[in-house]
């Protein structure tokens, strides 16, 4: 190794990263040489003073409590790799309700839906949140990994398997003038106000609008729903109900493994309309009076 | 109705809430502003949960850690100021190359090698913030964090031989920034003679399997 070596890979050799022979005949080369143990040490010293002399860190007040509040409200762990949501239980502590809207595509047979998880702030009311998100034509797609930020594959168009008639479930139009979209949430932590109670069968749900757009919510096994729609009423409760009767029909619990993908993918699909099955007696909202 | 997340999240923050220092500090390095550095550790710190089943346990988790705390950093500045960045940068790393010297660092050559003695840590700090991203990183995860070369090319996706020239460049850009301050600050008197040697370039200084090739030749 020559003096011009040394210089290269001084920092190699400083930062421990040689290989065993290649650092003996660096340090040969130091044992021999004054100009480069000059170098060397000056090197040393310098990266020994930057570690240092660094300022320290100081963590800002609080931020560790934050840190683990936020990360004790997020319920279980992703369920499958990529494809996970997040239902936020509200503490008793915090007043902050929170809401997840999930964005449901449906490109293509086959591909799963992909989701993207979005943080709300403090929503008393359910359509609030759901208003503040906006109104977008057609449906969007997330793809959420490590790491990164969850961007926008495309704007999905859709091909349902009859695209006209009322046997078809769902009206997508190819150029994605429809939109629809599915939030879950904490039923003891909203609102319902501005919804209206109606009857499916056995149980309540709740109709509304916002933003020119249709919505239900309902209730099911300790989570809430809530679709929303640009399509007419009867197109929405059919998802509904076909919501509830693949929910019901999924023995495991919402806050394990829960197979949402399938739901959805149900929904898309024209043979799976079944009527709502009759599981439970209709519980009402915190607020709410039992029904007569 | 969620009793499996606590186990999850015990463990989790087992691993992490340690690591809340240098984390913040590296957070801190790269937004350069408090409200800023504490969102990306939030966002961090939710991201690497949620993504904790994917964690292999026993590997080094830090890096694991710090490594989506850069990627995360780095889509959220490309999304923010795309096309202008990047080309930004590339030039900052060409002019910041003309100054390179391929000898000792001018620090280290000035007669006067307490300039290290006398750096104070706002001056390495602020010397810091000047270096290009990519250089300042590569620095603080080397020389503060203490990660390896190996861990450095994960956190930052890149050549391992690219971490050794951020390395390099960064250093010594670093010593050449402290030199110009202390000289702007009277400490030490500004050497005439300094021989501006060509600038290196990154083939020039990685090469240890060149090195390697060249020595078995000789041999």
Not at chain 1, 22 to 49: I, N, P, T, V
Not at chain 2, 52 to 57: A, C, D, H, M, Y
Not at chain 2, 66 to 87: A, E, G, K
Not at chain 2, 165 to 194: K, W
Request: charged share 25%; with cysteine; proline share 6%.
């Amino acid at each position: 190794m020559n003096c011009q070596d040394m210089q290269k890979f001084i920092h190699v050799y400083l930062d421990g990263e040689f290989a065993e022979e290649d650092r003996r005949d660096f340090e040969r080369h130091l044992a021999s040489c004054e100009q480069c143990r000059k170098m060397a040490r000056f090197e040393s010293r310098f990266k020994a003073a930057l570690k240092v002399r660094v300022p320290p860190v100081t963590l800002p007040e609080g931020l560790v409590k934050r840190i683990r509040a936020r990360l004790e409200s997020t319920p279980a762990e992703p369920s499958h790799g990529r494809y996970y949501w997040a239902l936020r239980l509200v503490p008793a502590a915090l007043a902050a309700s929170a809401l997840i809207l999930l964005i449901w595509p449906h490109s293509h047979p086959g591909s799963g839906p992909t989701r993207e998880v979005l943080r709300a702030q403090s929503a008393p009311s359910i359509l609030e949140t759901i208003a503040r998100r906006g109104r977008r034509p057609g449906v969007a797609s997330f793809v959420h990994e490590p790491g990164s930020e969850g961007h926008p594959i495309k704007q999905a168009s859709f091909s349902s398997s009859s695209s006209q008639g009322s046997n078809s479930p769902f009206l997508f139009s190819k150029n994605g003038r429809n939109r629809v979209a599915v939030t879950v949430f904490d039923p003891e932590s909203v609102s319902l106000a501005g919804l209206a109670r109606t009857r499916l069968g056995n149980r309540y749900i709740y109709l509304g609008s916002v933003s020119g757009q249709r919505v239900a919510v309902f209730r099911h096994q300790g989570a809430g729903y809530a679709i929303t729609t640009d399509l007419p009423t009867p197109e929405l409760l059919r998802m509904v109900r076909i919501m509830l009767s693949n929910l019901t029909h999924d023995s495991a619990p919402i806050s394990q493994e829960p197979n949402l993908s399938r739901v959805f993918q149900s929904m898309m699909s024209p043979d799976q309309l079944q009527p709502a099955s009759v599981d439970e007696e209709p519980k009402p909202f915190a607020s709410e009076e039992p029904p007569r | 109705m969620f009793k499996k997340r606590d186990r999850g999240i015990r463990e989790f923050e087992g691993l992490l809430l340690p690591l809340m220092k240098p984390l913040y500090g590296m957070a801190l390095r790269m937004t350069r502003n408090e409200k800023d550095a504490e969102d990306l550790v939030q966002e961090t710190s939710m991201k690497a949960f949620r993504a904790f089943k994917t964690f292999t346990r026993g590997t080094n988790f830090k890096a694991w850690v710090f490594r989506i705390m850069t990627n995360t950093f780095i889509n959220i500045h490309h999304q923010r100021n795309r096309d202008n960045r990047l080309v930004h940068d590339l030039e900052k790393e060409d002019h910041y190359d003309r100054f390179l010297s391929n000898g000792p660092a001018r620090m280290a050559r000035d007669p006067e090698a307490e300039i290290l003695d006398r750096m104070m840590s706002e001056d390495i700090a602020a010397a810091l913030e000047e270096l290009p991203e990519e250089f300042r990183l590569a620095v603080i995860l080397c020389d503060i964090e203490g990660f390896s070369y190996k861990e450095i090319a994960e956190i930052l996706k890149c050549p391992i031989g690219t971490v050794m020239s951020r390395l390099y460049r960064g250093r010594r850009h670093l010593q050449n920034l402290l030199y110009e301050h202390a000289v702007q600050q009277g400490i030490i008197a500004p050497q005439t003679g300094h021989e501006e040697i060509k600038a290196d370039t990154e083939d020039n200084v990685t090469r240890l399997d060149t090195y390697r090739k060249s020595k078995k030749q000789n041999q």
